[in-house]
């Protein structure tokens, strides 16, 4: 037990081995502190080197003959001690990783696809969805990149009841799609930029030459669309 609370403060396991030995019968030569200790010879010396680094053993000699001796136990209180110091000041760089770590955080909730395949990643990310999904913006878009895929990932939709609320251009009037409640803006509201948000996400999809995605995972960002888009709904007509 004595020897776990001695590693605890620096002292490596023959290090702490031979201490305690000296401790016990006082001043010993390195082949006297072997047998006692059972570390081997060449160790001891090892060790011994490392003790007097730290204060904790000292040489004499008697009778032409070299002996260690073991410092006194305080000077374990001033280890104590100096660790106790390094710590504190090791603790003053936590409040500067939590703000590195945060900004890293940040960096990595926002996601970036290009092309069809990745537009298609979004759409399947989307399908996982514990919440309803809210759309605006170049709802027709999708089906004219995607002709084939869009209808089997709503068909998916439908099976996993995820419901949808829309807020569409007029042009597209009437609309008739499952689990889904849509709502109309004006058509000189036009728009090349898809938005979905879900689950705590949102996903911008801009239907350019080679479309592109950002899904991000934000609170503030998806508070602030969410509001947007309840408002779009608020203002929209059926």
Known sequence: MD??????????????????????IGSASANEISRKSGIHRVSVYDALRGLAEK????????????????GSPEKITDMINAKEE?????????????????????????????????IKTVLKEMLSSKTEILDFGAEY???????YDYPHWDNERVRRKIRMRIVANIKIKPARIPLTRIRYIPAEFNSSVSTYIFDGKTILIMWVDNPMAVLIEHKTVYDSYKNY???LWKTSVN
Not at 55 to 70: E, M, P, R
Not at 94 to 113: G, N, T, Y
Not at 141 to 147: G, M
């Open 229 to 231: 888009f309840e408002y």
């Open 3 to 24: 020897k776990e609370q001695l590693e605890k403060i620096g002292l490596s396991p023959n290090e702490a081995k031979c201490y305690l030995t000296l401790v016990k």
């Open 55 to 70: 204060g904790l053993v000292s040489q004499i000699t008697k009778v032409n003959k070299l002996l260690f001796d073991a």
């Open 141 to 147: 878009k999708i089906r004219e990149f995607l002709p």
């Open 86 to 118: 390094e710590l504190k000041e090791a603790k003053k760089i936590v409040p500067k990783l939590l703000l590195d770590f945060k900004m890293a955080k940040e960096r990595q909730e926002i996601h970036s696809f290009k092309g069809l395949a990745g």
